[in-house]
């Protein structure tokens, strides 16, 4: 099935540091979406956003909807241990079929 | 409401067999979707509900695959003569039909065929 491309695939990182991943489609969408995965867990809703050029927060995190509507950015500001895990996104052009990237694995070095 | 609840959350079979696994979704949420998560790669649309109604199955969800929701509440997804290829982590979500689209997943059902 279709993946939208996430960029990096893996990153460690040294505890403190920030974060930034990418996300791109080929599709022009109307909402992205950020998920945390845990091993074992089901994704875990971060961020919503809902139109382009939007900048939204959620502590230490910050995503913004790309102004093309085909990328989105999530930066993860001075990380912490239980940062670790996998990010995805997802996009629609609808409003229920979501697309998800394939992940980004972040590790963290105390 | 304690969100989205998976069962079981782990099944082994054997090949062959038939398995099914449930999914409760938050009590005022009335779309209900099943993704499946294969090793290292993210969640795939299988199928959505809106209330009892599925409105959409994708491609990936063969004839051997089917799901239900009887009255609009609790799914489920019943695998028949599974096959290796099936292993993976399906996931449930549900969402509201207006507002924030976002999902809330369930912990998923990790099947392993063997």
């Known amino acids: 099935g279709q993946q939208l491309n996430q960029s990096p695939q893996s990153m460690f990182i040294q505890e403190g540091e920030d974060v930034s991943m990418n996300c791109t489609s080929s599709?022009?969408?109307?909402?992205w979406l950020w998920y945390k995965q845990d091993p074992g867990e089901g994704p875990v809703l971060l961020i919503a956003?809902?139109?382009?050029?939007e900048l939204t927060s959620n502590g230490r995190l910050t995503a913004q909807f790309g102004i093309t509507r085909k990328d989105s950015f999530l930066n993860i500001s001075a990380s912490i241990p239980s940062d670790v895990g996998i990010y995805f996104c997802?996009?629609?052009?609808?409003?229920?079929?979501?697309?998800f990237g394939t992940g980004t694995r972040l590790k963290v070095l105390a | 409401d304690t969100g989205v609840s998976q069962n079981p959350r782990h099944k082994i079979t054997k090949r062959g067999q038939n398995v099914t696994f449930r999914c409760d979704p938050i009590?005022?949420?009335?779309?209900l979707y099943w993704y499946r998560q294969t090793l290292g790669q993210g969640p795939e649309f299988l199928t959505y509900?809106?209330?009892?109604?599925?409105?959409?199955k994708s491609r990936l969800l063969s004839d051997r695959f089917s799901a239900e929701r009887p009255k609009g509440s609790f799914s489920t997804l019943e695998i028949q003569r599974t096959e290796q290829g099936d292993s993976a982590m399906y996931l449930c979500?549900?969402?509201?039909?207006?507002?924030?689209?976002?999902?809330?997943f369930g912990s998923g059902t990790r099947l392993t065929v063997v």
């Open positions: 956003l809902y139109k382009a050029g």
């Open positions: 979500a549900s969402s509201l039909a207006t507002g924030d689209y976002g999902y809330t």
């Open positions: 509900f809106q209330n009892e109604a599925q409105l959409e």
């Open positions: 009590s005022e949420h009335n779309r």
């Open positions: 599709s022009i969408f109307n909402t």
């Open positions: 997802a996009g629609t052009s609808g409003t229920y079929k979501y697309i």
